[in-house]
Each structure stands twice: as structure tokens, then as C-alpha cells.
């Protein structure tokens, strides 16, 4: 029964290594992206029967803090190393990037 649930533990932590999507790899490293292009934050404003509540969050990440271009160096490359294969599209050249 140990040796069975050893097995299964290893195969599972060995799974969890392999290869993502590379469409997931690439979500994953234009989020990183998007912060070394600069700050993110939310700001709420509530009140309810508990009264007035606010929320602040912010992100702030090191490579903005070091002036690194988002496109270069580990950010969208790291979708190789995760997935295995080459980005689909280079991240200045997708619709979806405003940094």
C-alpha cells in the first residue's frame, strides 16, 4: 500500500514538471508582461450594512523597477521553456498588447 502510494506521488510531482500548452505558456508570460510594462492596481469602494469598506491592491514587478523591455530577455522566451515550442506570435505584434 506504500509503495503503491509512493508511486503515485512521484508520477504525480513528475507530471507537474512536463510541458504546459503553449497557448497557456504564452498567458502566463504576457501577465508577466504586462507588469514589467509598468504598475498594476485596483482601487474599491463600498458601503454596505457593515458600513464603509475600501480595497487597494497593487502589483508592481521587478523587471518594471529595472527598466527591462517586456518582449526581451526571460519574460515571453520563458513560453519556450515552459511549453517546449516557440511563441505563436511575438508580443509586440498581438492586438491584445497596449504596454
Given at each position: ?45 463600498g458601503v454596505g450594512s457593515g ?49
Amino acid at each position: 500500500m506504500r509503495a503503491a502510494l509512493a508511486a503515485l506521488v512521484s508520477t504525480a510531482s513528475l507530471a507537474a514538471c512536463g510541458p504546459i500548452p503553449v497557448a497557456r505558456a504564452e498567458t502566463e508570460c504576457f501577465d508577466q508582461a504586462r507588469l514589467a510594462a509598468g504598475p498594476r492596481g485596483l482601487v474599491g469602494v463600498g458601503v454596505g450594512s457593515g458600513g464603509a469598506t475600501t480595497r487597494v491592491k497593487v502589483a508592481v514587478s521587478t523587471d518594471w523597477l529595472q527598466g527591462k523591455d517586456p518582449a526581451a530577455g526571460t519574460l515571453m522566451p520563458a513560453s519556450v521553456r515552459k511549453s517546449g515550442q516557440p511563441q505563436r506570435q511575438p508580443l509586440y505584434t498581438r492586438p491584445d498588447w497596449k504596454g
